[in-house]
Antibody, heavy 116, light 114 residues
Framework: QLQLQESGPGLVKPSETLSLTCTVS??????????WGWIRQPPGKGLEWIGS???????YYNPSLKSRVTISVDTSKNQFSLKLSSVTAADTAVYYC????????WGQGTLVTVSS | DIVMTQSPDSLAVSLGERATINCKSS????????????LAWYQQKPGQPPKLLIY???TRESGVPDRFSGSGSGTDFTLTISSLQAEDVAVYYC??????????FGGGTKVEIK
């Protein structure tokens, strides 16, 4: 069974870059069966798709975040990563890594707070 | 972008009674070539990630109780909990994957016990 686990700093300063990694187990990140993506949820609010990467390495980003987002994959480690630059308090959220095709399978999520 | 609109924002239902949540998409999520609706439903409890309940608008994920059912087609969809249990208290989200890899979610419906 596919399992995903986020890791990275829980506190980031304003204007800096948020960096998170998702480790995949129970399956290969090179599989063509899934997209691998990031979704976030500000405290008490709804869900926002940030972007995704396919096994081919092609990336797709939410247009509202595109200028600040980079998603990459490391097949040797079965991991994919998120970088979000120039963060502000509005980027404070629980960040989930996910795999999906006809439904989303989620990591446990990690709270990232943007504060000085 | 496909905008997903859920209603109501919250509802309170007595134990054992029916709960109905609606979801409307700004454009059809029915793919004509395979006659499938690219619509999923999730349940989220506090402090937990969302859990997939229903995909293809009406297919229950393995292990999901049969009191949960999904219906609808095109732009209008419904999640029904036929007999509300205490453990069903949660926020429920609909989500389209017609535009995969881009995903959009409804705003959520909070279900409580009356």
């Amino acid at each position: 069974q596919l399992q995903l686990q986020e890791s990275g700093p829980g506190l980031v300063k304003p204007s800096e870059t948020l960096s998170l990694t998702c480790t995949v187990s129970g399956g290969s990140i090179s599989s063509s069966s899934y997209y691998w993506g990031w979704i976030r949820q500000p405290p008490g609010k709804g869900l926002e798709w940030i972007g995704s990467i396919y096994y081919s390495g092609i990336t797709y980003y939410n247009p509202s975040l595109k200028s600040r987002v980079t998603i990459s994959v490391d097949t040797s480690k079965n991991q994919f990563s998120l970088k979000l630059s120039s963060v502000t308090a509005a980027d404070t959220a629980v960040y989930y890594c996910a795999s999906y095709s006809s439904g989303v399978y989620w990591g446990q999520g990690t709270l990232v707070t943007v504060s000085s | 972008d496909i905008v997903m609109t859920q209603s109501p924002d919250s509802l309170a239902v007595s134990l054992g009674e029916r709960a109905t949540i609606n979801c409307k998409s700004s454009q059809s999520v029915l793919y004509s070539s395979n006659n499938k609706n690219y619509l999923a439903w999730y349940q989220q409890k506090p402090g937990q990630p969302p859990k997939l309940l229903i995909y293809w608008a009406s297919t229950r994920e393995s292990g999901v109780p049969d009191r949960f059912s999904g219906s609808g087609s095109g732009t209008d969809f419904t999640l029904t909990i036929s007999s509300l249990q205490a453990e069903d208290v949660a926020v429920y989200y609909c989500q389209q994957y017609y535009n995969t890899p881009a995903l959009t979610f409804g705003g959520g419906t909070k279900v409580e016990i009356k």
